[in-house]
């Protein structure tokens, strides 16, 4: 029996990308193995707040390819907003940024799948269509620093500290500190250390995370969750 085409369920796919350049490449991929015409392509958004009022404007997709680094609202804090808002909605990032902050950071906001811009299209056919049948996909490079940072889980099941990769032991202890009222004296009394390692111990930290002051330290490690 043949099945015509328009019986099969169509897969809504956007595309959220600050370069138009970028946006018509990945549409052209996903139109060469698309000969059943089983994706549709909804609308395309140039970032978090554009991806908003086209939601609001065209539809809901039911897969979203979503850059990191654009303007106005960058890919974390849209992912947080989708989550929130759109549950069902699946998210495959799709950037340059392949480092363990990156990767860790959208793991724990619940993306379903992490490309490198640098792709081919047999990855991002793999990806879609493992992401379509209800699983996750992460390619070689963001398996290795879920591997790497299995051991360090939190109560909802989100890896907890990857920022945390090479801190030590004392360290870590250091940053519990960081938002009391101790100043940095009484801190080294706490941990039976002189003040000069505090001090090393705080400018690491400052550098580690890229902040400039205690309170930059504080908001920071709060924010990721690093400490409660």
């Not at 350049?21 to 958004?45: C, S, V």
């Not at 889980?153 to 500190?177: H, M, P, Q, T, W």
Request: aromatic share 10%.
């Amino acid at each position: 029996m043949i099945i015509k085409e328009e019986n099969y369920p169509k897969v809504k796919i956007s595309i959220v990308d600050d370069h138009n350049l970028f946006r018509k490449g990945l549409e052209k991929l996903i139109n060469l193995r698309n000969q059943d015409n089983r994706y549709q392509i909804l609308f395309e958004a140039e970032n978090g707040v554009d991806l908003q009022q086209k939601l609001r404007l065209v539809g809901v997709p039911d897969i979203v390819f979503l850059d990191i680094d654009m303007p106005e609202m960058d890919g974390y804090d849209t992912v947080s907003w989708v989550k929130q808002n759109y549950k069902e909605m699946k998210i495959i990032v799709v950037t340059m940024f392949e480092n363990e902050e990156a990767v860790i950071k959208m793991i724990r906001e619940g993306v379903n799948g992490y490309l490198s811009k640098d792709l081919e299209v047999e990855d991002m056919h793999n990806a879609l269509e493992t992401v379509i049948s209800g699983n996750n996909f992460f390619p070689n490079f963001a398996a290795e620093i879920m591997a790497n940072n299995i051991g360090n889980i939190d109560s909802s099941g989100y890896i907890k500290v990857g920022l945390l990769a090479g801190v030590s032991e004392r360290e870590r202890e250091f940053l519990n500190y960081v938002p009391t009222d101790l100043t940095y004296s009484q801190i080294a009394d706490k941990m039976y250390l002189s003040e000069k390692t505090i001090d090393g111990y705080r400018g690491a930290m400052f550098k580690k995370f890229n902040v400039k002051s205690r309170q930059g330290l504080t908001t920071f490690l709060l924010r990721n969750k690093i400490i409660k």
